[in-house]
């Protein structure tokens, strides 16, 4: 498989570098950063050998390689990045983003969830938004998990995790060391995310189960350290923002069906924990996964199911089916 990698933060050099492990092969890797232009991609990946493909602003780099799948790593909201998506379809490349809200576009963009995906069949190519959360945690893990349910009532899912553990950009992005205030008002402000997804999860959850939801409702808040707080070497001052709390809630005429909860900090304890409520009850419970190489991997191993399914934009909810009552 020839591949491309759009974006090389984090995230995107992690993909690439498991995809090559995986026996893939990089022919294009694009990234808007100035100071990642011209060089070579095991560079910037860090490994140590030269790959032999340089850098490039240029999305056009797509149109003379044609790449069998582009993986795509650049951002959180559908509206910016569709451009990017849509070269990349033009291309006849089938598409894996980590875009979180792509995970399930019908949500917050059903415009451009159903333009993509007119055009991704005329094109005759697949588009996957999927992740560690949204695409796998809080969403296909439980939903798969209730095929040994011979009735499901209700699903709830929590994740904690040690924001030390992750990526600058993820500590970032949920207020790490912030001002409460000041954190507060640039999540109002849209400047930061804190976490994205938890409607999506939600509507995964209700798509692959069955379980129907009629309205969903996100939030989230900033947790300010009580004390000193110190984990692999990131200390957060008392009084500053430590991580966020955030839920979605999936309700079926006002009774709670779906429930995902996401705690993210430093020092917080790493697991996720998924109770399925019904007959027979479940509850299950892990000692964390890590988010960054864990998205990597999710990312990395839907790309053989993405290259052989059928045209057009599709989410989690089209590769994990079998069981009861998942349809
Ligand atoms: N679904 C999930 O589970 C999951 C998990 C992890 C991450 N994510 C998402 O995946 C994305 C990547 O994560 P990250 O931490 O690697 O983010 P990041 O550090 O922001 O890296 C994104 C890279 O893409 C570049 N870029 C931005 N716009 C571009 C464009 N139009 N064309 C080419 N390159 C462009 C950025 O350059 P500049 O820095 O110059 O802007 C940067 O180098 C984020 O949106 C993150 O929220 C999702």
Redesign the pocket.
Known sequence: MRFAI????????LISKVAIARGYEPVAA?????S?KGRDLGEIIGISEKLGVEVT?D?RVLYEVKPDLVFH????WLS??Y??IVHSIDSGADVVS???TL?FPYYRYPELASLLDEYAKTRGVTVL????????LLDSLPAFMSTSMALLEKVEAVRSLDASLR?L??QK?IGVNMEPGEFEEALREGRL?GH??FAESVLLISTITGLDVDRVEEGQEAVIASEQVTSNGVTVEKGKVVGVRGYGVGFAEDKEVIRVEMRAGIGFANYEEIRLHGEPEITWRSTGTH??L??AA?IVNMAPRVLDHQPGLITMADLVKGGYHIV
């Open positions: 759009y974006g090389l933060g984090p995230i995107g050099s694009i990234d808007i950063d100035p990642k602003g999305y790593a650049t951002g959180t910016d990045v451009p990017q980590t875009c979180e995970s938004g999927t992740g560690i959360n949204p695409g796998f990526r950009p993820f992005k995310t994205v997804g988010g960054d864990g998205t999710v």
